[in-house]
């Protein structure tokens, strides 16, 4: 059991009660149990005081999901009154309002070895080094796990934790992002019966003053992986079953009249961590370790995260969504977005998949557009004749002011560098060529009235066509 876990059970082994502390043992010298004799509310409601009296000064904490009041043990019951969150589908409810667990930024801190929720639960960070903090915020899925899973309802779940701005702000801001994305994902759920699109919230709960939401256990995201993978390439028959995936979800999304606006490979997770290594024809350093080998995941499900950016779709949208590299060119020419905006995210992620890269590298909007410019081509007149006031500053004689009002001869060097969307899609691809190239065209289109939807792409020769016969 984990070192802490033994304060659990009143012997003087863990780091987080000492029994020989006057502060945290009971008036015998003994260590309070969770509920020593089953019929002991008030050491409970002792235990429950002296953890957090214990936590207030610390920056460690662990989670899990515990926030079930039908599946709760007996010694629950002793639950400070009147902190149940009502109206609430899922039955969350809130700890008591104590002090933050938050760093300078208002993060939730976590780490190895902490104690939280409503009783004596003992959690331990997966997926990272022991001892590590585990910083949550809204969109960040921490792998956190339960090391004594008979005191929870749900085991092995990961968290999404909300920052919050302190008491004061506990009715707005970001808790308030936190809750309308509990709604969300709870609408999600009850369409995707299946749970094979997006990820699934198993339960949400309220514990100083963060709203922390328990999804399933899932495994790296596709941006982790290329991370550490040196940035190789996937393959493309892997490309494909990830892009169908993808596409499927975004289609669900829209049918539902919803536009998730932030779809990027760090919001995409493989459902399994396994993975093997194959050989790497294409590397030709020879310095590093395992040059000539690449990892490529075991299975190819995915599922798609962070709703918190979510909307449903609305006239004239003009405010600026989605990460800078998969940010829609109608985005940045204030020109109004709707559903086609997550089209063209999708678009640059296949990419990156095959490529290993971002598309579009940059943090400048003129930069950005002239680097679409450089991959697409010219951009429609129509849509430069629009562009929003603040845009106008990009333009100069209805065209793009480039390379003049570039920032630096660096970033002009920056465009220059990009090749052409079929020279770039070649030079990663061995087969199906000219089948991703075409799709890639449909998913990147200038014009959103004339970029593929979701339903269509999935028709799409790169997906429909039987790929198993090659010469």
């Given at each position: 059991?984990?070192?802490?876990?033994?304060?659990l059970?009143?012997?003087?082994?863990?780091d987080?009660?000492?029994?020989?502390?006057?502060q945290n043992?009971?008036?015998d010298?003994?260590?309070?149990s969770?509920?020593?004799?089953?019929?002991?509310?008030i050491?409970?409601g002792?235990f429950?005081g002296m953890?957090?009296?214990?936590?207030?000064?610390k920056?460690?904490?662990?989670?899990?999901?515990?926030?079930?009041?039908?599946?709760?043990p007996?010694?629950?019951?002793s639950?400070?009154?009147?902190?149940?969150?009502s109206?609430?589908p899922?039955?969350?409810?809130?700890?008591?309002?104590v002090?933050?667990?938050?760093?300078?930024?208002?993060?939730?801190?976590?780490?190895?070895g902490?104690?939280m929720?409503?009783?004596?639960?003992?959690?331990?960070?997966?997926?990272?080094n022991?001892?590590s903090?585990?910083?949550?915020?809204?969109?960040?899925?921490?792998?956190i796990?339960?090391?004594v899973p008979n005191?929870?309802?749900?085991?092995?779940?990961?968290?999404?934790i909300i920052?919050?701005?302190g008491?004061?702000s506990?009715?707005?801001?970001?808790r308030?992002?936190?809750m309308?994305e509990?709604?969300?994902l709870?609408?999600l759920?009850?369409?995707?019966k299946?749970?094979?699109?997006?990820?699934?919230?198993?339960n949400?709960f309220?514990?100083?003053?963060?709203?922390c939401?328990?999804?399933?256990?899932?495994?790296?995201?596709l941006?982790?992986f290329?991370?550490?993978n040196?940035?190789?390439s996937f393959?493309?028959?892997l490309?494909?079953e990830?892009?169908?995936q993808?596409?499927?979800?975004?289609a669900?999304i829209?049918?539902?009249?919803?536009?998730?606006?932030d779809?990027?490979?760090?919001?995409?997770l493989l459902?399994?961590?396994?993975?093997?290594k194959v050989?790497d024809?294409?590397?030709?350093?020879?310095?590093?370790?395992?040059?000539?080998?690449?990892?490529?995941p075991k299975?190819?499900?995915i599922?798609v995260?962070?709703?918190g950016?979510?909307?449903?779709?609305?006239?004239?949208?003009?405010?600026?969504?989605?990460?800078?590299?998969?940010?829609?060119?109608?985005v940045i020419?204030?020109l109004?977005w709707t559903?086609?905006c997550?089209?063209w995210?999708v678009?640059?992620?296949?990419?990156?998949?095959c490529?290993?890269e971002?598309?579009?590298?940059?943090?400048e909007?003129?930069?950005?557009?002239a680097?679409?410019?450089?991959?697409l081509g010219p951009?429609?007149?129509h849509?430069?004749?629009?562009?929003?006031?603040?845009?106008?500053?990009?333009l100069?004689?209805?065209?793009?002011?480039?390379?003049?009002?570039?920032?630096?001869?660096e970033?002009?060097?920056?465009?220059?560098?990009l090749?052409?969307l079929?020279?770039?899609v070649?030079?990663h691809v061995?087969?199906?060529?000219?089948?991703?190239i075409?799709l890639?065209?449909?998913?990147?289109?200038?014009?959103?009235?004339?970029?593929l939807?979701?339903?269509?792409?999935?028709?799409?020769p790169f997906f429909?066509?039987?790929h198993?016969?090659?010469l």
């Amino acid at each position: 059991m984990h070192a802490n876990a033994n304060a659990l059970n009143g012997t003087n082994g863990g780091d987080i009660l000492d029994g020989n502390n006057s502060q945290n043992s009971l008036s015998d010298g003994s260590l309070p149990s969770a509920n020593r004799n089953g019929k002991s509310p008030i050491l409970f409601g002792q235990f429950w005081g002296m953890i957090l009296s214990h936590m207030d000064g610390k920056k460690a904490w662990a989670i899990s999901d515990c926030a079930k009041p039908n599946s709760l043990p007996a010694w629950h019951s002793s639950r400070p009154s009147g902190n149940v969150i009502s109206g609430k589908p899922n039955g969350g409810f809130q700890a008591p309002i104590v002090p933050n667990a938050s760093d300078t930024s208002k993060h939730f801190v976590a780490s190895d070895g902490g104690i939280m929720s409503f009783g004596p639960n003992i959690c331990t960070q997966s997926g990272t080094n022991s001892g590590s903090n585990f910083k949550g915020h809204f969109g960040s899925h921490g792998g956190i796990q339960p090391v004594v899973p008979n005191m929870c309802t749900q085991v092995h779940s990961p968290l999404n934790i909300i920052k919050a701005h302190g008491l004061a702000s506990t009715l707005g801001g970001n808790r308030e992002a936190a809750m309308i994305e509990v709604d969300v994902l709870q609408q999600l759920g009850k369409h995707d019966k299946g749970g094979n699109r997006c990820v699934q919230i198993r339960n949400w709960f309220d514990y100083r003053n963060h709203v922390c939401i328990v999804f399933e256990k899932l495994g790296p995201s596709l941006y982790d992986f290329l991370r550490k993978n040196n940035y190789r390439s996937f393959p493309i028959d892997l490309v494909r079953e990830i892009g169908r995936q993808l596409l499927e979800c975004v289609a669900f999304i829209h049918d539902l009249h919803l536009i998730h606006t932030d779809l990027k490979p760090e919001n995409i997770l493989l459902v399994s961590p396994e993975y093997v290594k194959v050989p790497d024809y294409k590397c030709s350093s020879r310095s590093l370790k395992d040059t000539y080998f690449k990892r490529v995941p075991k299975s190819s499900a995915i599922k798609v995260i962070d709703f918190g950016s979510i909307t449903y779709d609305r006239e004239n949208q003009t405010y600026i969504v989605s990460t800078r590299h998969y940010r829609a060119p109608e985005v940045i020419l204030g020109l109004g977005w709707t559903y086609p905006c997550d089209i063209w995210s999708v678009g640059c992620i296949l990419v990156e998949l095959c490529s290993g890269e971002a598309l579009f590298q940059t943090h400048e909007n003129l930069e950005h557009l002239a680097m679409m410019e450089r991959v697409l081509g010219p951009m429609p007149l129509h849509m430069l004749k629009r562009v929003d006031r603040d845009v106008e500053k990009y333009l100069r004689k209805g065209m793009l002011d480039w390379p003049e009002g570039a920032a630096s001869r660096e970033s002009i060097r920056t465009v220059l560098k990009l090749p052409r969307l079929q020279n770039l899609v070649m030079k990663h691809v061995d087969h199906s060529v000219g089948d991703l190239i075409n799709l890639l065209q449909g998913l990147l289109r200038y014009d959103p009235s004339e970029r593929l939807t979701a339903r269509e792409a999935l028709q799409h020769p790169f997906f429909s066509r039987d790929h198993l016969r090659r010469l």
